[in-house]
T-cell receptor
Framework: GQNIDQPTEMTATEGAIVQINCTYQTSGFNGLFWYQQHAGEAPTFLSY??LDGLEEKGRFSSFLSRSKGYSYLLLKELQMKDSASYLCAVMDSNYQLIWGAGTKLIIKP | DADVTQTPRNRITKTGKRIMLECSQT?????MYWYRQDPGLGLRLIYYSFDVKDINKGEISDGYSVSRQAQAKFSLSLESAIPNQTALYFCATRTGTGHTGELFFGEGSRLTVL
């Protein structure tokens, strides 16, 4: 079966750096997405990786290793507004998105 | 105003009732999707549509039906609601120029079936 694994919850301190991991097993691979979802709100797009390596976008970076079935989202200089759930999703060989359950990130002052 | 609008935002209903959730978008996208989100689970695809004449079942279509009334409108129906359909429902759109564009989500419709 297809599976996306990510930690259920993480806690970090304001101003620090946090890395949220995502491992996947899917039938084929056509890219990996990260979305941010604040409580009670809609998910919003953060990043897309289809090739191995690191993609940097401001305070957020996303890394992909296709051979290891692994990605991480790196958040730097954490702010209180970064408290949210972070959803990892993989597009399989049929171009269907398989979603992880999300990682709830709690930022403490 | 939101680019993807869902109505109603909240609904409480009883088992056996027919419910319709509506979605409209101003982004001009061809591709529209309905997902449900449950605590501890990833988003699950119910139905999707690539244009007005194209409707496709997703992972969990049983108990649901959809209608694509126009490019901008995609509605989800529960013909006879049951308690395990209690969930947060999201409509989403994506540009039709490729498979890997980002999804734009509506604000969600929280449905409770008693």
């Amino acid at each position: 079966g297809q599976n996306i694994d990510q930690p259920t919850e993480m806690t970090a301190t304001e101003g620090a750096i946090v890395q949220i991991n995502c491992t996947y097993q899917t039938s084929g691979f056509n890219g990996l997405f990260w979305y941010q979802q604040h409580a009670g709100e809609a998910p919003t797009f953060l990043s897309y990786n289809v090739l191995d390596g690191l993609e940097e976008k401001g305070r957020f970076s996303s890394f992909l290793s296709r051979s290891k079935g692994y990605s991480y989202l790196l958040l730097k200089e954490l702010q209180m507004k970064d408290s949210a759930s972070y959803l990892c999703a993989v597009m399989d060989s049929n171009y269907q998105l398989i979603w992880g359950a999300g990682t709830k990130l709690i930022i403490k002052p | 105003d939101a680019d993807v609008t869902q109505t109603p935002r909240n609904r409480i209903t009883k088992t056996g009732k027919r419910i319709m959730l509506e979605c409209s978008q101003t982004k001009g996208h061809d591709r529209m999707y309905w997902y449900r989100q449950d605590p501890g689970l990833g988003l699950r695809l119910i139905y999707y549509s690539f244009d007005v004449k194209d409707i496709n079942k997703g992972e969990i279509s049983d108990g649901y039906s959809v209608s694509r009334q126009a490019q901008a409108k995609f509605s989800l129906s529960l013909e006879s609601a049951i308690p395990n359909q209690t969930a947060l429902y999201f409509c989403a759109t994506r540009t039709g120029t490729g498979h890997t564009g980002e999804l734009f989500f509506g604000e969600g419709s929280r449905l409770t079936v008693l």
